[in-house]
C-alpha cells in the first residue's frame, strides 16, 4: 500500500512461487510456493493474502505474516478459491469460488466466524475477477453478456443488480483493477494481433481509453533476431538465463508436458533480444526432429540465424493428410480468435484438415455465428466447424461435416435444464447420419484397462448401446483428455464384436488458452482418393484409410493392402511396416483381433526403419500395427504417451470376425455394458427413462445374438 515493495508470482515451469521485492534495494524474499497465485497486501501491509494448494486441500486462500513469515489457513471449502482482495476495512475479503459442480462465485467473506455473502454467480465464468474500490464501496468486475464479456459496477450496499461501465461485440476486458484515487477502473484487452493492451474506463462509465506504454525498458543491453526456418514452424526461444522470447504479436502458449513456451512462426521472426547468447529450438508438425541453434546477439545489433528443417518422413508424399479433428477455437482463454487465426498454427504443425467443435460453457453456446466458417473448397488447411455435443452423464460426442447445429447442446443429470430427460446421444448421432455427417465418440477411456473390476465403469454410458446399434463412426483413440492404451482395449472389443468404427484423433485443446498443446500434436492421418475435399476427406475417414499418432508415423502394407482395404483370405501374409518416429519407443506390433503376432526393436531416436515379416492369418478378423513409448519428454510431442495405431486392413470382407475372438470380445462388452446400465439407474434414480432403459435392453439382446 505504501508503493515500496511489489508481490508477485514466479512461474519457473514447476511451481508457483509467490515473491516480494523491495523495489528501492532489489531484494526479493519468497514468501510461499506450490500453487501459490493471487498475492494481495493487507491494508497496512504488513500481511498478504493469496491462494495455494497444500497437501490434502484445494486451491485455498491463505495469509502470510510478512515480518515472521507465519501463514494461517483462511479457507478450507471444497474447490478452489482464488483471487483474495482484502476489504479497506481490514475485516472482510472479497473473493473468487469455483465449486467442483462448476459454479462460480464472488465472495464477500468476514474474516472474524467466516460469515459470507455471494455477490455474484454464474455457471464456468472462466477468467471472471473483481476489484475492490478503494473506499470499498464497489467492485468492478467481468462477467459474460449477451454478445461479449462486459466490465461491470455492483454496490456492496445493494448487490442485486450492477451497471455497465464498458463491453463490445466479442470483447475480453481482463483483470480490472482501480486506481489509487477511485475515479478509473483499468482493464486489459486483447486486439486482433493477439496482443494485451491496457486501458482505462470512468468508474461512471463512457468511452475507454487506451493507457499507451510509449517505450519498454528492459533494464539491460538489447539487440535484435531475426529468425529464418523456411517455412512455418514451431519455435521456442530463450536468452542466456533460460529466459522465454516471445514477439510482439502473436500469441505465445505453454507445453506443460514439456515444460516450454512456444510460438509460430511464418518462416521468419524478428525478436527484440537481450544482447548475449540466445538459443532457439524449432520443429514443424510431428515428423521433424527438433533443431537448435545458438547465436550471439551483440547490443545494438541485427543478427539473422537459419534453422533448416527436414521431415523424417514426408507423410503428404504418400497421399496422407493429417488432421485434428477435435479441438475448440474459443474456449475460457483471453483472446478471442477467428477461424484465420488458425492458419498460422496449421501450418506451423503440419495439419491439412481442421475441426474445430463448438462447444457449451455450461449453458452458454458461444461462437454459434462461426458455424458456418469454412474453408474455400481444396484448400490446406481444410477447416470445417464441427459440434460437440454433451449429453455429460451418458459421454461426449463429436459432429463433423454436419450443416445445421444440434439442438440441445446438453442434457442429463448435472445440468440446469433437460436434467431428466429421458433422451439418448442416439438423438445427436441420428441427426449426423441425416446430414450426411460422421459421429465420434470423444476422450472416451481415461484408464489403462476398462475391462478390470474397477474399469468397467471407465467407458461412457451409452457408448456401447451406441456402438451395438451401428450409429457410431468413429473412436476417438488419442487426445488430450484420453488413454490411448484403454480405449485402444476397448476399441479392440468393438472391432471382433463385428462392429464398425474407426479410428479417430484431436487434441481437444482451447486455442485461446495460454497454457495448452499445439494443435495437431494428437492427431489421425487419413489417405483420401482424389483431390482433398471435405467429402473426399469424410469418405476415406468413414472407410478406415487412415491411422492415429501422438508422434510416430506410420506405414503399413500387408501383401500389398493398406488400412481401409481387404485382404484374401489365406495362411499366411506378408507384412510391411514403415515407422518414422522423432519419439522414443518402447514396442513395435502387428497385431491381428487384437493380440501381438509380431514385434521389433525400436532404433534409438530419432529413426525411419521398415519392417518386414510374414505373420499368420486367420479366416476373418483385421490386421493392424501398433506403436506404444513411454511418457513424452520431449518435442516435436506434447501428449502425454508416445503411441500411434493404424485402422485395420480386413481378412475376407470388410467387419468379418474370427469367432473365438467374437465370442470373448462380446462378452467384455457385456460385462461393461451391466456396469453401464447400473450407473444410469443410479444417476437417473426417480426419474422415468423407458426409452433408455430399452437401449440397453436392446444392446444386450444383440451383443447375445452376435455371440451365438
Known amino acids: 500500500p505504501d508503493g515500496q515493495a511489489l508481490a508477485f508470482v514466479r512461474d519457473d515451469s514447476r511451481t508457483l512461487a509467490i515473491v516480494v521485492r523491495d523495489l528501492a534495494s532489489g531484494q526479493e524474499r519468497e514468501i510461499d510456493r506450490g500453487m501459490a497465485m493471487d498475492p494481495s497486501f493487507t491494508p497496512d501491509g504488513t500481511a498478504l493474502l493469496y491462494t495455494n494448494l497444500q497437501?490434502?486441500?484445494?486451491?485455498?486462500?491463505?495469509?502470510?505474516?510478512?515480518?515472521?513469515?507465519?501463514?494461517?489457513?483462511?479457507?478450507?471449502?471444497?474447490?478452489?478459491?482464488?483471487?483474495?482482495?482484502?476489504?479497506?476495512d481490514g475485516q472482510r475479503i472479497l473473493y473468487m469460488s469455483k465449486t467442483r459442480a462448476g459454479g462460480d462465485q464472488v465472495r464477500l467473506r468476514t474474516i472474524a466466524g467466516g460469515t459470507e455473502q455471494t455477490l455474484l454467480a454464474g455457471q464456468i465464468v472462466s477468467h471472471a475477477r473483481a476489484a475492490l474500490s478503494p473506499d470499498g464501496q464497489y467492485i468492478a468486475f467481468h462477467w459474460p453478456g449477451a454478445s461479449g464479456w462486459e466490465l461491470?459496477?455492483?454496490?456492496?450496499?445493494?448487490?442485486?443488480?450492477?451497471?455497465?461501465?464498458?463491453?463490445?461485440?466479442?470483447?475480453?476486458?481482463?483483470?480490472?483493477?482501480?486506481s489509487a484515487d477511485g475515479r478509473w477502473v483499468y482493464f486489459s484487452e486483447g486486439d486482433r494481433a493477439q496482443r494485451l493492451r491496457l486501458y482505462r474506463v470512468a468508474a461512471h462509465g463512457g468511452a475507454p481509453e487506451e493507457v499507451i506504454v510509449r517505450r519498454w525498458d528492459y533494464g539491460v543491453p538489447m539487440g535484435r533476431l531475426v529468425i529464418q526456418t523456411g517455412g512455418p514452424a514451431r519455435l521456442h526461444v530463450t536468452?542466456?538465463?533460460?529466459?522465454?522470447?516471445?514477439?510482439?504479436?502473436?500469441?505465445?502458449?505453454?507445453?506443460?508436458?514439456?515444460?516450454?513456451?512456444?510460438?509460430?512462426?511464418?518462416?521468419?521472426?524478428?525478436?527484440?533480444?537481450?544482447?548475449?547468447?540466445v538459443r532457439v529450438r524449432a520443429t514443424r508438425g510431428l515428423a521433424t526432429p527438433v533443431r537448435e541453434t545458438n547465436t550471439m546477439v551483440p547490443a545494438g545489433r541485427r543478427v539473422t540465424t537459419s534453422v533448416t528443417l527436414t521431415p523424417l518422413w514426408n507423410a503428404a508424399a504418400h497421399g496422407?493428410?493429417?488432421?485434428?479433428?477435435?479441438?475448440?477455437?474459443?474456449?475460457?482463454?483471453?483472446?478471442?480468435?477467428?477461424?484465420?487465426?488458425?492458419?498460422?498454427?496449421?501450418?506451423?504443425?503440419?495439419?491439412?484438415?481442421?475441426?474445430?467443435?463448438?462447444?457449451?460453457?455450461h449453458h452458454r453456446y458461444e461462437d454459434q455465428e462461426l458455424w458456418a466458417s469454412r474453408s474455400a473448397p481444396r484448400t490446406s488447411p481444410l477447416v470445417?466447424?464441427?459440434?460437440?455435443?454433451?449429453?455429460?452423464?451418458?459421454?461426449?460426442?463429436?459432429?463433423?461435416?454436419?450443416?445445421?447445429?444440434?439442438?440441445?447442446?446438453?442434457?442429463?443429470?448435472?445440468?440446469?435444464?433437460?436434467?431428466?430427460?429421458?433422451?439418448?446421444?442416439?438423438?445427436?448421432?441420428?441427426?449426423?447420419?441425416?446430414?450426411?455427417?460422421?459421429?465420434?465418440?470423444?476422450?472416451?477411456?481415461?484408464?489403462?484397462?476398462?475391462?478390470?473390476?474397477?474399469?468397467?465403469?471407465?467407458?461412457?454410458?451409452?457408448?456401447?448401446?451406441?456402438?451395438?446399434h451401428g450409429r457410431v463412426d468413429l473412436l476417438e483413440i488419442v487426445g488430450l483428455w484420453n488413454n490411448s492404451v484403454g480405449?485402444?482395449?476397448?476399441?479392440?472389443?468393438?472391432?471382433?464384436?463385428?462392429?464398425?468404427?474407426?479410428?479417430?484423433?484431436?487434441t481437444d485443446m482451447m486455442a485461446d488458452l495460454h497454457r495448452t498443446m499445439a494443435v495437431g500434436t494428437a492427431r489421425v492421418y487419413v489417405h483420401p482418393r482424389g483431390p482433398l475435399s471435405?467429402?473426399?476427406?469424410?469418405?476415406?475417414?468413414?472407410?478406415?484409410?487412415?491411422?492415429?499418432?501422438?508422434?510416430?508415423?506410420?506405414?503399413?502394407?500387408?501383401?500389398?493392402?493398406?488400412?481401409?482395404?481387404?485382404?484374401?483370405?489365406?495362411?499366411?501374409?506378408?507384412?510391411?511396416?514403415?515407422?518414422?518416429?522423432?519419439?522414443?519407443?518402447?514396442?513395435?506390433?502387428?497385431?491381428v483381433n487384437g493380440v501381438t503376432v509380431a514385434s521389433a526393436p525400436a532404433p534409438a531416436a530419432p529413426f525411419s526403419t521398415t519392417i518386414r515379416r510374414t505373420i499368420p492369418l486367420p479366416p476373418g478378423g483385421w490386421v493392424a500395427a501398433r506403436v506404444v513409448g513411454g511418457t513424452v519428454d520431449r518435442w516435436p510431442a506434447m501428449a502425454d504417451r508416445t503411441f500411434?495405431?493404424?485402422?485395420?486392413?480386413?481378412?475376407?470382407?470388410?467387419?468379418?470376425?474370427?469367432?473365438?475372438?467374437?465370442?470373448?470380445?462380446?462378452?467384455?462388452?457385456?460385462?461393461?455394458?451391466?456396469?453401464?446400465?447400473?450407473?444410469?439407474?443410479?444417476?437417473?434414480?426417480?426419474?422415468?427413462?423407458?426409452?433408455?432403459?430399452?437401449?440397453?435392453?436392446?444392446?444386450?439382446?444383440?451383443?447375445?445374438?452376435?455371440?451365438?
Do not use: C
Open 644 to 708: 500411434a495405431h493404424t485402422a485395420p486392413i480386413w481378412i475376407g470382407q470388410r467387419l468379418s470376425t474370427d469367432p473365438a475372438a467374437r465370442r470373448d470380445a462380446v462378452a467384455d462388452l457385456l460385462r461393461a455394458l451391466a456396469v453401464a446400465e447400473a450407473r444410469l439407474d443410479v444417476g437417473y434414480a426417480g426419474a422415468r427413462i423407458p426409452g433408455l432403459k430399452a437401449e440397453f435392453t436392446a444392446a444386450r439382446e444383440r451383443l447375445q445374438a452376435i455371440s451365438r
Open 320 to 361: 496422407w493428410v493429417s488432421s485434428d479433428l477435435h479441438f475448440h477455437l474459443n474456449y475460457g482463454g483471453y483472446f478471442d480468435l477467428l477461424p484465420r487465426d488458425l492458419t498460422l498454427g496449421l501450418r506451423a504443425e503440419d495439419v491439412d484438415v481442421a475441426t474445430p467443435l463448438l462447444a457449451n460453457l
Open 384 to 468: 470445417v466447424f464441427g459440434q460437440e455435443v454433451r449429453s455429460h452423464f451418458l459421454g461426449h460426442v463429436g459432429l463433423l461435416g454436419t450443416r445445421d447445429l444440434f439442438w440441445p447442446w446438453t442434457w442429463g443429470p448435472g445440468y440446469d435444464a433437460y436434467g431428466r430427460d429421458d433422451r439418448s446421444n442416439a438423438e445427436p448421432l441420428a441427426a449426423a447420419r441425416a446430414q450426411g455427417g460422421l459421429s465420434a465418440y470423444v476422450h472416451p477411456v481415461d484408464v489403462n484397462d476398462p475391462f478390470t473390476t474397477e474399469g468397467l465403469a471407465a467407458p461412457p454410458l451409452n457408448l456401447i448401446p451406441d456402438a451395438v
Open 534 to 591: 471435405w467429402a473426399s476427406y469424410q469418405a476415406a475417414l468413414k472407410a478406415g484409410r487412415s491411422f492415429v499418432t501422438t508422434g510416430p508415423l506410420l506405414d503399413l502394407r500387408v501383401q500389398g493392402a493398406r488400412p481401409g482395404d481387404v485382404l484374401p483370405v489365406a495362411a499366411r501374409a506378408e507384412v510391411s511396416l514403415g515407422v518414422h518416429s522423432a519419439l522414443p519407443v518402447d514396442s513395435i506390433a502387428i497385431v
Open 152 to 178: 461491470r459496477l455492483l454496490s456492496l450496499d445493494r448487490p442485486s443488480s450492477s451497471v455497465l461501465l464498458y463491453t463490445r461485440a466479442r470483447s475480453r476486458p481482463l483483470a480490472p483493477a482501480w
Open 55 to 88: 497437501a490434502g486441500s484445494d486451491l485455498d486462500l491463505w495469509r502470510a505474516d510478512r515480518r515472521t513469515g507465519a501463514r494461517q489457513h483462511v479457507t478450507t471449502d471444497p474447490g478452489l478459491e482464488l483471487s483474495p482482495r482484502p476489504h479497506p
Open 487 to 506: 480405449t485402444t482395449e476397448l476399441w479392440y472389443r468393438l472391432l471382433n464384436a463385428g462392429l464398425d468404427v474407426m479410428p479417430s484423433g484431436g
Open 239 to 277: 536468452d542466456h538465463t533460460g529466459h522465454p522470447l516471445i514477439p510482439d504479436e502473436g500469441m505465445a502458449r505453454f507445453d506443460g508436458q514439456n515444460g516450454l513456451v512456444y510460438v509460430h512462426s511464418p518462416g521468419s521472426m524478428v525478436l527484440d533480444v537481450p544482447a548475449g547468447t
